[in-house]
């Protein structure tokens, strides 16, 4: 058993993956830190994080604090003793907190930084066209994301990829740098590189929170833009359109570029096999979505189903 001892934070699927290869080399984890139960679903029923799931499968010790500044807490984590704290997809924590371990604490962010700061780094580097990105490990600060970069490493991203592929790729790619960089600071052999020397004046881009009114679809920018945006929201929290009134969640796409004389949003389609919409470029074939009430479809079912729906944007 490798003897740095390590505190663990991270709630979601996404932070599995590092705990899961720090268990492999047999590390010593000597506490998990994740969010505190709570109901989910139609049902309301008390859901456990994926974490703690992962950490009660491997009798590791699991916190849940509602307040990462309260001395029980902090109480709790000094008797832990650690050496060395990670953080993958948790809320930020206090000074008190991440200055504790002799050897600082780190984090693990899905983008290639200073670029992505925020909550929706993959999103937005599928909306914004980018055709890599990457994670990158480093050691926390008093600001989100600023902190000395101690690894990157980097990741295609391929044009049909959307948030749910590629959220698969940097998840195991996020759990193999976990390791590296703990193994680096186990070593001593950290070279830190200040996110203010990449960045050389220039402002990063940035991955601010999706929220819902971001998610409707502006029929009028380019359809490279508009596929960009919908592979960027699929299959969560996923663009939306207005159909005969009623909502439309799609899922899948492809574009086309060609002149047309059509107006921005307006619909073509036989109402039998393909539903275009028009861009100011083209047009964007749907080809996987959900109305309003009815279930995921792709666009064949959809349209079988389809038959008093009239196919106007409104």
Same mark, same amino acid.
């Given at each position: 058993?490798?003897?740095?001892?390590?505190?663990?934070?991270?709630?979601?699927?996404?932070?599995?993956?590092?705990?899961?290869?720090?268990?492999?080399?047999?590390?010593?984890?000597?506490?998990?830190?994740?969010?505190?139960?709570?109901?989910?679903?139609?049902?309301?029923?008390?859901?456990?994080?994926?974490?703690?799931?992962?950490? +009660?499968?491997?009798?590791?010790?699991?916190?849940?604090?509602?307040?990462?500044?309260?001395?029980?807490?902090?109480?709790?984590?000094?008797? $832990?003793?650690?050496?060395?704290?990670?953080?993958?997809?948790?809320?930020?924590?206090?000074?008190?907190?991440?200055? /504790?371990? &002799?050897?600082?604490?780190?984090?693990?962010?899905?983008?290639?930084?200073?670029?992505?700061?925020?909550?929706?780094?993959?999103?937005?580097?599928?909306?914004?066209?980018?055709?890599?990105?990457?994670?990158?490990?480093?050691?926390?600060?008093?600001?989100?994301?600023?902190?000395?970069?101690?690894?990157?490493?980097?990741?295609?991203?391929?044009?049909?990829?959307?948030?749910?592929? $590629?959220?698969?790729?940097? /998840?195991?790619?996020?759990?193999?740098?976990?390791? &590296?960089?703990?193994?680096?600071?186990?070593?001593?052999?950290?070279?830190?590189? &200040?996110?203010?020397?990449?960045?050389?004046?220039?402002?990063?881009?940035?991955?601010?929170?999706?929220?819902?009114?971001?998610?409707?679809?502006?029929?009028?920018?380019?359809?490279?833009?508009?596929?960009?945006?919908?592979?960027?929201?699929?299959?969560?929290?996923?663009?939306?359109?207005?159909?005969?009134?009623?909502?439309?969640?799609?899922?899948?796409?492809?574009?086309?570029?060609?002149?047309?004389?059509?107006?921005?949003?307006?619909?073509?389609?036989?109402?039998?096999?393909?539903?275009?919409?028009?861009?100011?470029?083209?047009?964007?074939? $749907?080809?996987?979505?959900?109305?309003?009430?009815?279930?995921? /479809?792709?666009?064949?079912?959809?349209?079988?189903?389809?038959?008093?729906?009239?196919?106007? /944007? +409104?």
């Amino acid at each position: 058993m490798n003897n740095l001892k390590i505190i663990y934070y991270g709630t979601p699927e996404f932070a599995v993956e590092g705990l899961k290869a720090l268990i492999k080399k047999k590390y010593n984890i000597v506490g998990v830190v994740t969010a505190p139960d709570k109901p989910a679903g139609r049902g309301q029923k008390i859901q456990e994080s994926d974490v703690k799931k992962f950490a +009660r499968a491997n009798n590791l010790n699991v916190l849940q604090p509602t307040n990462l500044k309260s001395e029980k807490f902090q109480t709790e984590l000094k008797k $832990l003793d650690a050496d060395l704290q990670i953080i993958v997809a948790f809320r930020m924590l206090p000074k008190t907190v991440w200055n /504790m371990p &002799k050897y600082g604490t780190f984090n693990l962010h899905a983008s290639l930084l200073p670029n992505y700061r925020g909550a929706a780094p993959i999103n937005w580097a599928i909306i914004n066209g980018e055709t890599e990105t990457g994670v990158t490990s480093f050691f926390l600060n008093e600001n989100i994301d600023t902190g000395n970069i101690i690894l990157q490493e980097k990741i295609k991203i391929n044009e049909k990829d959307n948030i749910g592929t $590629l959220y698969e790729k940097l /998840m195991k790619l996020g759990g193999e740098v976990i390791l &590296k960089t703990v193994e680096l600071i186990e070593k001593d052999e950290v070279i830190e590189t &200040k996110q203010e020397e990449i960045l050389n004046g220039n402002e990063p881009k940035l991955a601010p929170k999706i929220f819902r009114k971001d998610l409707s679809i502006d029929w009028c920018k380019s359809s490279k833009e508009i596929y960009d945006y919908i592979r960027g929201l699929s299959p969560y929290p996923v663009a939306w359109t207005k159909i005969s009134g009623k909502m439309l969640k799609i899922y899948k796409a492809e574009y086309s570029l060609e002149n047309h004389n059509k107006n921005c949003g307006e619909i073509i389609s036989d109402k039998k096999t393909f539903i275009h919409i028009c861009t100011k470029d083209g047009i964007i074939k $749907l080809l996987e979505l959900q109305l309003e009430g009815k279930k995921k /479809m792709q666009i064949d079912e959809f349209l079988r189903g389809a038959n008093n729906l009239e196919f106007t /944007m +409104r």
